[in-house]
């Protein structure tokens, strides 16, 4: 591990399930969203985006975390 210590470790492994469990609860969100009609399209794709912009954070953290089983 590239000089990180446990504790560095261990925070980055709370953020990474924070932001899968925020990912997660997007994914409700819109689901609920998209099922009242009439919809906010606006709405929905700001949530869209901000789902892909935690994605990056979470692949990015995981590669940090996972570097032996990347390379």
Do not use: C, Y
Request: charge should be negative; hydrophobic fraction near 40%.
């Amino acid at each position: 591990m590239g000089g990180m210590n446990e504790e560095e470790i261990e925070q980055m492994r709370q953020r990474l399930a924070e932001l899968q469990s925020e990912h997660r609860d997007l994914d409700d969100v819109i689901a609920q969203i998209s099922d009242s009609a009439p919809f906010d399209q606006v709405q929905i794709t700001r949530l869209k985006k901000r789902k892909l912009l935690l994605k990056d954070q979470i692949l990015q953290l995981e590669s940090e975390l996972l570097p032996d089983i990347i390379a």
